[in-house]
């Protein structure tokens, strides 16, 4: 499908700000909306702040709170703060699940299974699967899992988790 470049002129009435924007959805309908700005560098690794406000934000929330990101700009600080909420999510929900196991309330058996059916299970294939850049398997990368061994199992959770992301933005980009 090819894209039209179309130019339109528009006399802009009024602008609003995005914390006006989230004002006026608490105001109508959405009074537990949280709006928070987590400052993160395009062209840098962001800093340990970044992942201090995203865990303060959501620790004290149930694993099933909704997390919304917007960098504004479509570019990749959108897909860092999806991976953390991802990360996060899946430490409270397993050791929700291990408390539960703990106090007899489930069977470790079942515990197990939805761990694994939640976090470890694969998604379904895509054509990008098999490609080794896709898959994080740089040589830098190699060479540290090969270094550092128990480096594998981060790096394993990691690909798990942009898996996921990337499977859901690819969804909404199509209900786009």
């Known amino acids: 499908m090819e894209r039209e470049d179309i130019e339109e002129t528009v006399k802009v009435e009024s602008i609003k700000e995005l914390k006006d924007i989230y004002e006026t959805l608490k105001e109508n309908g959405f009074p537990n909306l949280i709006g928070q700005r987590c400052p993160v560098n395009e062209d840098r690794a962001p800093g340990e702040e970044c992942f201090?406000?995203?865990?303060?934000?959501?620790?004290?929330?149930?694993?099933?709170?909704?997390?919304?990101?917007?960098?504004?700009?479509?570019?990749?600080r959108t897909t860092l703060g999806m991976i953390i909420a991802c990360l996060i999510k899946e430490i409270q929900i397993t050791t929700e699940l291990r408390r539960m196991e703990d106090i007899d309330l489930v069977a470790k058996d079942t515990v197990d299974d939805l761990i694994h059916q939640k976090f470890e299970s694969a998604l379904p294939k895509c054509q990008d699967d098999d490609d080794p850049f896709i898959k994080g398997e740089f040589d830098v990368i190699k060479e540290l899992l090969e270094k550092i061994p128990a480096t594998k199992e981060g790096k394993r959770k990691l690909t798990e988790s942009l898996t996921f992301v990337d499977h859901h933005q690819r969804e909404l980009d199509f209900r786009i």
């Open 52 to 76: 201090d406000i995203m865990i303060e934000l959501l620790k004290n929330e149930p694993a099933s709170t909704p997390c919304i990101f917007s960098d504004q700009m479509g570019r990749g």
